[in-house]
């Protein structure tokens, strides 16, 4: 439930980044928070966008974890099969990378850090090291058939540039996904009564946020009114 607050600052006085971080830390809860400064609307509120399902036309995450239900359990086969891939139904990961490889996938594994968080690393293969021998493990593989790959980058053949290109992309999909499974992606919208949105801004760092709003929040009344 989002609690209206009354209005904090006037436009006699601007809001310094200390304050306004004050303000937020002290204010936010249950994912939300909501203020009124100097005829301002500011609202924060966890962000549940999933880089893997909330978008077209990226890699599938194939997840090995039996604890937690993010990710997918299943692939296609190049007959249309829908097969389950887990340690259970092959004899190691080099017998899953060969099924890969026959059904057109181009995939890459991932490490999964598990300590009070989750964290996920692409990796070049199964052989390079993990960050910890106790908290680590392959937790799954990115993949995307050749054929998808090939549509969505509008190209007719995968050559290695492209490739080294779109596994950066799988990273940074990796990085978004870490914030997004432990709540640490949030989202920070600005209106204002009379011209409605002006402003939002996507974010995990929250001095990076106050640095983005604070020139909106504390413009003069006479630009406010342009």
Not at 51 to 75: A, H, I, Q
Not at 99 to 124: A, M
Not at 176 to 203: A, H, M, V
Request: one cysteine or more; hydrophobic letters at 35%; aromatic letters at 14%.
């Amino acid at each position: 439930m989002i609690i209206t607050h009354p209005k904090y600052y006037t436009s006699e006085g601007e809001i310094t980044a200390d304050e306004l971080v004050e303000l937020i830390e002290n204010n936010f809860h249950n994912g939300h928070f909501y203020e009124n400064i100097n005829d301002f609307i500011i609202s924060i509120y966890t962000n549940d966008y999933n880089p893997f399902t909330d978008c077209e036309e990226m890699p599938t995450l194939l997840s090995f974890s039996n604890r937690y239900t993010y990710g997918v359990k299943e692939l296609e086969s190049k007959e249309g099969e829908i097969i389950e891939i887990n340690k259970d139904n092959f004899e190691d990961l080099g017998e899953i990378e060969a099924w890969l490889i026959r059904n057109d996938y181009i995939f890459k594994p991932f490490e999964k850090y598990e300590h009070s968080s989750l964290h996920f690393t692409l990796l070049n293969s199964t052989c390079t090291p993990l960050q910890c021998r106790f908290d680590s493990s392959i937790g799954g593989y990115l993949v995307m058939k050749k054929s998808d790959l090939r549509k969505a980058r509008g190209v007719k053949r995968l050559n290695q540039k492209l490739l080294d290109d779109e596994f950066k992309l799988w990273q940074s999909l990796l990085n978004d996904f870490t914030n997004y499974i432990n709540g640490w992606s949030y989202e920070l919208r600005i209106e204002n009564q009379l011209k409605g949105t002006l402003d939002y801004f996507s974010f995990t760092d929250l001095e990076k946020a106050v640095e983005f709003a604070l020139p909106i929040l504390n413009e003069t009344s006479e630009a406010r009114a342009s």
